[in-house]
């Protein structure tokens, strides 16, 4: 999806299917209270990606490798794992992934480094707030 308009209605749909699964795994008593978190983190990182799809392209791939790689930075404060060789991979993988978007000329340099962080960010927290 070239330009920004394109990308709303796919967006709207994957925060509805987030919705649901967040709804659903809600309900499942035995499912850990960190997989609710991060659906719920996801869910607001999907929110704020479409606000910003209104006004400005913002990279879609970076806000979920993002997200992924806050969750494992999550993971360890919340339960103090030693998962470093994860999350150095994951940045690996997020860099890959952001150099991809550059090359292809999907995106901006802006709109990678944002998409990235705002991922992270919201993922991380959200993981550790929820």
Sequence with gaps: MKNRQERIL???FTGIFYCLGYFFLSRIPVVPSFIQSFMLATIIAIA???LI???????MHMIGIGG?????LA???RFGL???ILFSLAIIIAGMVGTARLYLK???PAQVHTG?????LVVFAGSLIF
């Design 68 to 72: 992924l790689t806050g969750a494992l």
């Design 106 to 108: 999907a995106h901006t």
């Design 75 to 77: 993971l360890s404060f």
């Design 48 to 50: 704020i990606a479409l």
């Design 82 to 84: 030693d998962i470093w």
């Design 53 to 59: 799809t209104l006004f400005w392209k913002i990279s």
């Design 10 to 12: 796919p967006t709207v």
């Design 116 to 120: 990235f962080i705002l991922g992270g």
